[in-house]
């Protein structure tokens, strides 16, 4: 290659090689609008990602509850076709009066059986969490309580339960079935009115 021809291709490969000033002549703007974009973007995205780890966290939470629950209830539909049984038990009992036992040592016996068995199956309720309402002497509670009947008792405030006709039963911290109950009515009144302002 002879001095003139390289002469000659020198200018052309400056010319077509990007120099300084060329470089500089992007302008600055379009540089900090993608850069405040690429931002944005960045921060929509960190925000999507603490979304969706929220979102799984609850979903998790809300898992484990749910696992919870199902062994905790699980023994609720059976238990409630028992509680037939605790109650067939106790009417049982409740039907055979104690001058009867006295006299008859095989009515003794057949009560004592049974008296053993409703203690074994209340003892079963218990392991499995399934728990008597209280009721007797309570004041009425419609969460826990079904009235069948309002009965006149000047004695008795008010709003007490004066009468269990069938006792009611919870599972752990759930009411598996309400207590039927007699409300006293007629006597005095429960709460403030009551409340003696003498003083």
């Given at each position: ?111 004592t059986g049974v008296e053993m068995t409703e203690r074994e199956l209340l003892a079963t309720f218990e392991r499995y ?71």
């Amino acid at each position: 290659m002879t001095q003139d021809q390289t002469a000659e291709q020198m200018p052309a490969a400056e010319e077509a090689a990007p120099g300084p000033a060329a470089e500089s002549a992007a302008p600055p703007a379009a540089e900090s609008d993608r850069i405040k974009e690429l931002e944005a973007e960045i921060a929509r995205l960190k925000n999507d990602v603490l979304y969706a780890k929220a979102e799984t966290e609850n979903t998790r939470r809300r898992l484990e509850q749910q696992a919870e629950d199902r062994g905790k209830y699980a023994v609720s539909n059976i238990a409630k076709d028992v509680l037939s049984v605790a109650d067939n038990l106790r009417r049982a009992l409740d039907s055979v009066p104690a001058t009867a036992r006295d006299g008859n040592e095989s009515l003794a016996a057949l009560t004592t059986g049974v008296e053993m068995t409703e203690r074994e199956l209340l003892a079963t309720f218990e392991r499995y969490g399934i728990k008597p309402v209280a009721a007797q002497g309570e004041r009425f509670d419609p969460n826990l309580h079904q009235a069948m009947m309002e009965m006149e008792d000047p004695s008795q405030i008010e709003g007490t339960v004066v009468l269990v006709m069938q006792a009611g039963y919870t599972l752990h911290d759930r009411l598996l079935r309400p207590a039927l109950v007699g409300v006293a009515k007629g006597g005095p009144k429960s709460g403030g009115n009551n409340v003696d302002t003498s003083a």
